[in-house]
């Protein structure tokens, strides 16, 4: 942890019924919460043109039935305008993605189908929430609210409606996109308020929350691939489970702190430990074990 860091203490938190630790380090680094705006509004651009984001599996290759319109997506781009100059126009579209996250919430549509709409709901928050005016919103925060429900909602029901009788292999991909997508939710909220307050709470719900950080699992291209570093690592998944050795935010912070390990072309995990520990800190421990600088959050997946 970085020792320029500071600490705040707090009993609980004001903008939920979530408990908090009571005191936490919370990040006063405005060069590493400037990055990370940039590269979550590079993430958004990216899946608005249809390209692989870090938190999505780019092996989920379907068709949803979108629940953003192209509309939708052309909306975002003039927010920035619109906060700037007061217009209100800015509040129909805040609308339109609470009424959807409250459809997602109550949605029978499958799993595979929910994450991937929700991955699209969270990149156009991003653009909501990063363009245009940098002062506090109630609209904003309303937003995060709505999208943090929906991803503990998605978390606990998950488990009992993944589908049966998919390959070991794309039932990991969808768990763990599913993972990746709630922890991404924390992320962006925990930027944002960086952003806007200068500290962020860390709180014990987000410290819990799990997934699979085996090197090389998230970017093998192939089933063949991800079975072979299985087996390399000595610790096969079981057809019997789809959440096999997970790791907590907590445990993958503080390993890193205590032994800095390179996450390879994971770049969700790079991106985690950025917003952790600070641009420059992990950089230079990247740099110890030869990891090198950040890598950018759009870089293409492994090509097959």
């Known amino acids: 942890m970085d020792p320029n860091r500071v600490a705040i203490g707090f009993i609980g938190n004001p903008n939920s019924r979530h408990l908090m630790v009571s005191k936490v380090p919370i990040s006063a680094d405005t060069s590493t ?50 906060y700037s100059t007061g217009n209100r126009h800015s509040i129909p579209l805040y609308d339109r993605i609470c009424e959807l996250l409250y459809k997602l919430n109550g949605s029978a549509m499958p799993l595979r189908e929910t994450v991937q709409n929700f991955q699209l709901f ?5 653009w909501f ?15 995060l609210e709505n999208m943090r429900r929906v991803a503990a909602r998605m978390m606990q029901e998950a488990p009992g409606i993944l589908a049966t009788g998919l390959p070991r292999w794309k ?24 952003w806007v307050r200068g500290y962020c709470y ?10 699979d950080n085996r090197p090389g699992l998230w970017n093998a291209d192939s089933e063949e691939e991800w079975e072979a570093l299985l087996a390399d690592g000595g610790n096969p998944v079981t057809s019997k489970s789809a959440f096999p050795d997970l790791i907590s935010f907590h445990e993958f912070a503080s390993s ?17 430990l950025i917003a952790h520990h600070g641009k420059g800190p992990v950089e230079r421990a990247l740099g110890s074990t030869g990891g ?6 759009t870089s293409p997946p492994p090509s097959g």
């Open 129 to 143: 929430l990063f363009l245009g005016d940098r002062r506090p919103s109630q609209l904003k925060e309303k937003l």
């Open 33 to 82: 919460v400037d990055y990370m705006v940039g590269e979550l509004l590079k993430i958004a651009h990216a899946v608005s043109r249809s390209q692989p984001s870090p938190f999505i599996h780019h092996h989920l290759s379907f068709q949803p039935r979108a629940m953003l319109s192209q509309t939708d997506w052309e909306s975002p781009g003039s927010v920035g305008l619109l």
């Open 292 to 297: 090198g600088k950040a890598v950018a959050a």
């Open 202 to 211: 860390h709180e014990l719900f987000i410290q819990a929350l799990p997934f």
């Open 122 to 126: 969270i990149c156009c928050m991003i």
């Open 256 to 272: 890193f702190a205590k032994a800095p390990f390179n996450p390879g072309p994971d770049v969700f995990q790079r991106l985690l």
């Open 171 to 194: 039932t990991w991909v969808l768990a763990e996109s599913l993972r990746r997508a709630v922890l991404m939710t924390c992320l962006v909220q925990g930027i944002y308020h960086g």
